[in-house]
């Protein structure tokens, strides 16, 4: 069970999180110390030199994994179409990670719909085989089976989200699992209080992932007032893996 958060260097963690006399280049080994993985949300919005994703790896712990995000230019400006490139320079920079590269988070636009499957079955054609990725899906029109039996051809994980714009479908399409919390901002206040009694309900959904996958990623995105870490260690004390629901 690999349980983060989605990035690391949040502003708002800063006084909840981290020291504020902490330099930001550490804040990476603190967070490492707590927690087995992080989601890098950064490559979401740039591409990062391989400089950087050297010096990523070198603070991590051995063991340690990240799950890059996908570039927006390649699933939001270019649908998918016409990546080919941009996708192999992405992942050649992030095969600096080594060892410690996890899957990769390819997030769809809200408005791409089932009526687009072409287009993603091309796209799905292209992953390379020597790296793992999950797709996450933002429209309610692709939750049927034939997307299961796509992405199970292609070993692609379909992404578990516990988030407004999609039904809470655990499914295992690939050889691990891969979960993402949104965060709601009409709970802001409940998760808050009792962050416990929100993320209770997912503790039996992620030992049936784990029966069903050899491994088990899931990433708090939730960024409400810094909580995400809050909320990712409450989750690991539920699990029994240690850890608290006080940062």
């Known amino acids: 069970m690999y349980l983060g958060t989605s990035g690391w260097a949040h502003r708002d963690w800063v006084g909840l999180w981290y020291p504020h006399d902490m330099p930001p280049t550490e804040y990476l080994t603190a967070y490492a110390r707590q927690f087995n993985t992080v989601e890098i949300a950064h490559t979401f ?13 070198r603070r ?19 649908r998918l179409h016409d990546v080919q490139g941009l996708l192999e320079d992405f992942v050649a920079t992030m095969g600096a990670l080594g060892d410690t590269l996890g899957p990769i988070l390819v997030q769809l636009p809200e408005d791409f719909r089932s009526v687009e499957q072409a287009s993603l079955e091309a796209f799905l054609g292209l992953l390379p085989r020597q790296v ?30 516990d988030a407004p714009f999609l039904p809470r479908v655990p499914r295992v399409t690939a050889p691990f699992a891969y979960v993402r919390w949104h965060g709601r901002p009409g709970h802001q ?8 009694a929100a993320l209770r309900p997912w503790v039996p959904i992620l030992h049936q992932l784990g029966r069903q996958a050899q491994r088990v990623y899931g990433y708090v995105h939730n960024q409400f007032s810094g909580y995400a870490p809050r909320d990712c260690r409450t989750l690991l004390a539920l699990l029994g893996h240690g850890g608290g629901p006080d940062v």
Not at 133 to 160: I, M, N, Y
């Open 60 to 78: 991590a712990p051995q063991g340690f994994v990240f799950s890059p995000c996908l570039p927006r230019r390649i699933t939001h400006t270019q």
């Open 45 to 57: 919005f740039d591409m990062p030199t391989r400089q950087t994703v050297q010096a990523w790896q």
């Open 132 to 161: 793992a990725f999950a797709l996450e899906f933002r429209h309610g029109s692709w939750v049927k089976d034939t997307t299961f039996t796509l992405l199970e051809q292609h070993q692609v994980a379909w992404v578990v989200v």
């Open 189 to 196: 206040t409940r998760r808050q209080l009792d962050p416990a």
